[in-house]
């Protein structure tokens, strides 16, 4: 079965930084990915499908690459909606989890 | 939009079954291509997959909870439900029901489901 982990578990930034956040999944799983966002007692939200393709609506500071089993969020300009939790999905299997907080 | 509403029991006694269901509006129960999934997430931890009905009908569960859980659709109610059997304090979690073509794209909000004696 597929694993994904997720680095760092935690991370301090600011307003205005530039934050990335690196889900490695155990086995090669092409573009097969999602980021999400869940925000504190809300239900997550679909920010990146098939590892780079922004969902409607989602701002533009949100971006996500990779193939194969290394994939990277990333945050340019960090606003303060953006203190999250943020997950990586293939299929039927989420990441951890990364907490983004405030520094 | 298609909108997704979680409802049930927001606490259970251990070896009871719990019921959950998922109203949907703004569209059919299951889009044609799509799924519908439940998804828990325990208080203070990640998210779990716990199983999906595709438009077809089929179901596909998460090993973990196979012999314990089952879903499936009502489609003049335009709804989905859950039932959990056997539950014991490991299965308190916030319950979302959760659908897409590929990903999940829409989310309900969740319902928080206590078991306690």
């Known amino acids: 079965d597929i694993q994904l982990t997720q680095s760092p578990s935690f991370l301090s930034a600011s307003i205005g930084d530039r934050v990335t956040i690196t889900c490695r999944a155990s086995l090669g799983i092409s573009s097969y990915l999602a980021w999400y966002q869940q925000r504190p007692g809300k239900a997550p939200k679909l920010l990146i499908y098939a590892a780079s393709t922004l969902q409607s609506g989602v701002p533009s500071r949100f971006s996500g690459s990779g193939s194969g089993t290394d994939f990277i969020l990333t945050i340019t300009s960090l606003q303060p909606e953006d203190f999250a939790t943020y997950y990586c999905?293939?299929?039927?299997?989420f990441g951890p989890g990364t907490k983004v907080h405030i520094k | 939009q298609v909108l997704l509403q979680e409802s049930g029991p927001g606490l259970k006694k251990p070896s009871e079954t719990l019921s959950l269901t998922c109203t949907v509006s703004?569209?059919?129960?299951?889009?044609?291509?799509?799924?519908c999934s439940w998804i828990r997430q325990p208080p203070g931890k990640g998210l779990e997959w716990m199983g999906y009905?595709?438009?077809?009908?089929?179901?596909n569960y998460n090993p973990s909870l196979k012999s314990r859980v089952t879903m499936s659709v009502d489609t003049s109610k335009n709804q989905m439900s859950l039932k959990l059997t056997s539950v014991t304090a490991a299965d308190t979690a916030v319950y979302y029901c959760?659908?897409?073509?590929?990903?999940?794209?829409?989310w309900g909000q969740g319902t928080l489901v206590t078991v306690s004696s």
């Open positions: 009905i595709y438009y077809s009908g089929t179901t």
């Open positions: 959760a659908g897409g073509e590929y990903y999940f794209d829409y």
């Open positions: 703004g569209g059919p129960v299951i889009k044609n291509g799509h799924f």
């Open positions: 999905q293939h299929l039927t299997v």
